[in-house]
C-alpha cells in the first residue's frame, strides 16, 4: 500500500499536466504588445485633446466685404457746390457778378464758328458774352428760380440792349428757362475748385425754340 502511494506520488511529479506549474515570465512578444497597445491609446487621448481645444477656440471674425472707410475732404474755402449741367461741382468767386438778362442760341447758329475759332455745339456748356475774357469759367444763375450752372466763355455777343449773355439750348435748358426764352441772370466768374465728378450718360434735350440774338 506505501509502494502504490509512492508511485502514484512520482507519477504526479513527472506528469506535466499533474505537476504545478510554476509562473512564467512575459516573453518578448508580450511585451511588444502591451508597448503598441500603450502607444495606441496615448495617440488617441492626444487627438481628442487636440479637437476639444480646437472647439473651444472661438471663430475668427470675418473680414470679407469690409470697405476701409475714405476721410471726408472739407470743401476749400469761400467756395460753393453747384449742380452745373455736367454733375454737382465746386466753385470759388473770381470776380464781381453782373445782373442782366440772358438768352440762348437759336437752331441757326449750330456749327457756325465762334470767336475763339470753334465750331458752335449747342450741347456744349458755352456762352458768348461782350467783355470777359474767352475762356474764362463763369457761374450762371437764373435768378427767377434759382437754378445755376458753370460754363465757359467762347463767343462775343449777345448785341440786343438789356442781354448780358447768350447760353447754348443745353444750359438754358438746365436752367429752366426754355419756354420764355429771356430770364434774369447773375453771371460771376469763378474758379473751379475741384474737377467735376462724372456725370451720368443722361443729357438734356436741346429746345426746338429759341429767343431772338
Not at 25 to 48: F, K, N, Q, Y
Not at 60 to 85: F, K, L
Not at 126 to 135: D, K, Q, S
Request: proline fraction near 11%.
Amino acid at each position: 500500500m506505501e509502494l502504490g502511494s509512492r508511485h502514484h506520488r512520482l507519477k504526479r511529479a513527472h506528469h506535466p499536466d499533474l505537476a504545478g506549474r510554476r509562473p512564467s515570465r512575459p516573453g518578448a512578444g508580450d511585451v511588444l504588445a502591451s508597448a503598441r497597445r500603450l502607444i495606441a491609446g496615448g495617440t488617441v487621448i492626444g487627438l481628442a485633446s487636440l479637437v476639444i481645444g480646437c472647439a473651444q477656440q472661438p471663430p475668427a471674425p470675418a473680414t470679407a466685404g469690409i470697405v476701409e472707410a475714405r476721410p471726408v475732404t472739407a470743401p476749400a474755402p469761400d467756395t460753393e457746390e453747384v449742380m452745373g449741367a455736367t454733375g454737382p461741382e465746386w466753385v470759388r468767386p473770381a470776380g464781381s457778378p453782373q445782373t442782366g438778362k440772358a438768352s440762348y442760341y437759336g437752331p441757326q447758329f449750330t456749327g457756325r464758328r465762334m470767336a475763339n475759332g470753334r465750331r458752335f455745339n449747342p450741347h456744349a456748356a458755352v456762352v458768348a458774352h461782350r467783355t470777359l475774357p474767352l475762356g474764362t469759367t463763369v457761374l450762371v444763375r437764373n435768378l427767377g428760380n434759382g437754378r445755376a450752372t458753370t460754363a465757359t466763355v467762347e463767343d462775343r455777343g449777345p448785341f440786343i440792349h438789356g442781354r448780358i449773355l447768350d447760353l447754348s439750348p443745353r444750359l438754358a435748358a438746365h436752367l429752366g428757362m426754355v419756354r420764355q426764352g429771356v430770364a434774369p441772370v447773375e453771371v460771376m466768374p469763378v474758379e473751379l475748385a475741384e474737377a467735376p465728378e462724372p456725370a451720368g450718360a443722361g443729357g438734356l434735350t436741346p429746345s426746338e425754340g429759341a429767343a431772338p440774338r
